[in-house]
């Protein structure tokens, strides 16, 4: 395993991080859990990623009881908040109050006496950025948390939050967490520069593309009875990546992957960390071995001429054309 600082803060975590969207809480057994945390240790993965509102908390149950054997020091763990925990016009959003409550309820379900690093889930339109980001401070005075954070913020919003970070000399933020693989590239356009420029590192989520580039979904075949495609509750984002347009281009990837000597998911995590300014993609594990294939991805640089090759084949996707 290969290790990145997070953005400019002196934080270092696995280039592979191992996150708990869609599986631990929800599909998964704890056991499956178990065993996935476990290996993780093993390929040294010491990034751990979930929300309060991954199935409203019993994510964070799952990941926090998996990571009960293992020394505290010996992992980075972030959580995030922002959407509804509760039908209250108070329990969601980036309030003061939201925060420091959600801070606390997170911290008890994981079983933990702080946090490594705090996302703000979302942008929230109705709350001052000025208390949020005096919040986030706040907590990390406590010792709560150690680091702040924010996912999914668009340029202008991680730009204005650093301005008004600096203007009131509080606690910087040290990463986004977007959305980031071969057909969803909107944050090398602005968010990247901006980011990099105030020291703030990407821990990019579905790399994969919710499985696609796996190679499990092929045009003209049925889907996977085990898939998450297959899962009519959890599916909708999955499902606009199962085009004809992509899933060729998926096809032209595995023959590349397949000269390569690797395979399309390793092929596609190595794309993702060919730009320094990424610090973790984020892999999501139902089993081990998942979690043995993902990590080899470390070991795959890939030259100029096979990312200029990769770029050809993402060319022939509309819509998800490359940002240049």
Excluded at 15 to 41: K, M, N, R, V
Excluded at 149 to 154: G, I, K, L, Q, T
Excluded at 298 to 321: M, N, P
Aim: charged share 20%.
């Amino acid at each position: 395993m290969k290790y990145r600082r997070v953005g400019s803060s002196g934080i270092k975590v696995s280039e592979i991080g191992l996150g708990s969207w869609l599986t631990y809480g929800t599909a998964t057994e704890q056991q499956a859990a178990d065993a996935c945390i476990q290996q993780a240790f093993e390929s040294g993965i010491n990034f751990f990623d979930t929300s309060n509102a991954y199935n409203r908390g019993e994510g964070e149950r799952a990941l926090g009881a998996a990571l009960r054997p293992f020394e505290r020091s010996s992992y980075v763990l972030s959580t995030k908040v922002f959407f509804n925990m509760g039908d209250g016009p108070n329990d969601g959003g980036l309030s003061r109050k939201h925060i420091m409550e959600q801070c606390d309820a997170s911290l008890k379900r994981l079983g933990t006496d702080y946090i490594d690093i705090y996302f703000c889930h979302r942008y929230d339109q109705n709350a001052p950025l000025e208390e949020t980001l005096r919040a986030l401070d706040d907590l990390t005075a406590q010792g709560k948390i150690l680091y702040s954070a924010v996912s999914e913020w668009s340029a202008a919003q991680i730009a204005d939050a650093t301005s008004i970070a600096k203007r009131l000399n509080l606690r910087p933020l040290i990463s986004n967490q977007p959305i980031y693989n071969m057909f969803e590239r909107y944050i090398e356009q602005e968010v990247i520069p901006v980011s990099e420029r105030e020291g703030i590192g990407q821990i990019v989520f579905s790399p994969l593309a919710q499985g696609i580039l796996t190679g499990k979904y092929r045009k003209g075949q049925q889907l996977p009875t085990d898939s998450r495609a297959a899962n009519d509750s959890i599916n909708h984002v999955l499902k606009s990546y199962l085009r004809d347009d992509v899933l060729d281009c998926v096809e032209q990837l595995d023959g590349l992957a397949s000269q390569l000597g690797v395979s399309i998911s390793q092929l596609a995590l190595a794309w993702v960390l060919r730009l320094p300014g990424i610090s973790s993609a984020l892999i999501g594990a139902s089993r081990p071995q998942q979690i043995v294939e993902n990590v080899k991805a470390v070991e795959l640089e890939l030259s100029a001429d096979v990312v200029q090759e990769i770029e050809g084949i993402l060319e022939q996707v509309k819509h998800f054309a490359p940002l240049r």
